[in-house]
């Protein structure tokens, strides 16, 4: 019992991230399964659940790809701000864990691959994006500059630097648009290997019991 209440107190020092009513309920399941369990000293805990701050990567992770769900049902993609969260979260939890770690090497990888196509792609828009402002703002200059020397040439590159602005103005909702997709996709893709290592190590450990 002091061995249970012992990892119970530690796990909950890792939750802070969490609400109230979540961590109340997270520490509740998992002090009614080592109970279930019958562990009676710590060793024993942490073979099964990994030691608290690895379970509480492992339930942080969790509570995100939650969150993330819920937004997704709402009809729409969820903010880049909650793919993010889910990404990095499951991609700790996979290798703080010693248990899945093993299993998700080649995971990790088109994680990672995934990580930096969507950060190459991110910096490719907003490149353009900075260069299509940069444009406008040349354009604009050039433009009132010469329009009293030479009028015609003046107005040409003010209403060149018109028809940019609007494109830029076009493009900033649309690079928007893509980023946020993008971000839910590599979200989707890290809830997918997160779900199937999950089970591979539910068969490895329903294997080893059966040993």
């Excluded at 020092?13 to 009676?40: C, H, M, S, V, W």
């Excluded at 209403?159 to 900033?172: D, H, K, R, S, V």
């Excluded at 980023?179 to 539910?202: D, E, F, M, V």
Aim: a neutral charge; proline letters at 3%; hydrophobic letters at 45%.
């Amino acid at each position: 019992m002091e061995a249970r209440q012992k990892y119970i107190s530690e796990l909950e020092k890792y939750l802070a991230p969490l609400t109230d009513d979540e961590r109340q309920d997270a520490l509740d399941f998992y002090n009614e399964y080592i109970e279930d369990a019958g562990y009676d000293n710590y060793q024993q805990i942490i073979h099964e659940l990994g030691n608290p701050r690895q379970l509480s990567h492992k339930i942080l992770a969790d509570y995100s790809i939650k969150a993330n769900d819920e937004e997704v049902k709402q009809g729409r993609t969820a903010s880049p701000h909650s793919n993010w969260r889910v990404f990095w979260l499951v991609l700790v939890a996979i290798i703080t864990s010693p248990i899945t770690f093993a299993l998700s090497l080649g995971a990790l990888m088109v994680l990672f691959a995934a990580f930096a196509a969507v950060f190459g792609i991110g910096i490719g828009i907003l490149g353009t994006l900075v260069g299509l402002f940069f444009a406008t703002g040349v354009l604009f200059y050039t433009g009132v500059g010469v329009i009293v020397t030479a009028p015609m040439t003046g107005i040409f590159y003010l209403g060149t630097g018109i028809a940019m602005l609007g494109f830029l103005l076009l493009c900033i909702p649309l690079g928007y648009w893509i980023i946020r997709w993008l971000t839910q996709a590599i979200a989707n893709l890290s809830k997918y290997i997160y779900q199937k290592l999950l089970q591979r190590r539910a068969q490895r450990h329903e294997k080893n019991v059966q040993d």
